[in-house]
């Protein structure tokens, strides 16, 4: 059985008031296809089939728009009938799906991550949880990973002190039962309330990758996208 994918695409995308009005974040247009495309794109080129997306503000308009499949992906939507948070939605959407490991994907953010070599990692290593990481000059607006080798051993929170450092690149893989396990229904941060609080207590490592990275949730590096995706 393949790994099933979750997406978390239920962003408003406050930041990017200014370049894009009334539609969720991850379908704002970059070289004029909605950023999801691209995720959804990555995707198609590893054993992925199934997607969960996890939606909530603006759902309809991604669902008008892609349907239930792309290319060879199964597109299924779980709706937040009321925010839950980056660590509710993903729970919500790790319900629905049937495969012992989840890929779970930002809806915000791209990084070209070899999915396949990034799955196997984590479920040959016995991961409880994997988190591909990305090195930056400045870690300041995302919060530094601190490692012992491959192993996650804390975060860091945003700070203008920070400089070069590992970050987190929004794809994880979990182990589905593990999570369900330590966590409850209801809003909470993936971030906070998952990830840190299960430092030392699972095995928690990290996947360094060269891969482009973007995280469209600011103009500047919403602009950087299109420039980048428009070659």
Request: with cysteine.
């Amino acid at each position: 059985m393949s790994t099933h994918a979750i997406i978390l695409a239920g962003g408003m995308g406050t930041r990017l008031k200014s370049v894009i009005t009334d539609i969720p974040k991850p379908m704002a247009p970059v070289a004029n296809k909605p950023f999801l495309t691209y995720l959804l794109n990555q995707l198609c080129s590893f054993d992925i089939t199934e997607v969960k997306l996890s939606v909530g503000y603006k759902h309809e308009v991604i669902e008008s728009y892609f349907g239930t499949k792309y290319k060879h992906l199964n597109l299924d939507y779980i709706i937040e009938k009321e925010p839950l948070g980056t660590g509710g939605g993903i729970r919500l959407a790790a319900e629905a799906c049937t495969s012992e490991t989840l890929l779970i994907c930002n809806g915000d953010t791209y990084f070209d991550v070899n999915i396949d070599q990034f799955v196997i990692e984590h479920i040959q290593n016995k991961n409880g949880m994997t988190i591909a990481l990305k090195q930056m000059d400045r870690v300041n607006r995302y919060g530094m990973v601190e490692l012992n080798q491959s192993e996650i051993i804390g975060f860091s929170e945003k700070s203008e002190a920070l400089k070069t450092g590992w970050i987190n690149g929004g794809i994880y893989a979990l182990n589905k039962a593990l999570f369900l396990n330590n966590t409850q229904a209801g809003n909470f941060s993936m971030e906070v309330d998952f990830m840190e609080k299960m430092v030392g207590q699972i095995k928690l490592e990290g996947f360094k990758s060269d891969g482009y990275f973007i995280d469209i949730g600011i103009p500047d590096d919403y602009h950087k996208a299109n420039t980048y995706f428009g070659k």
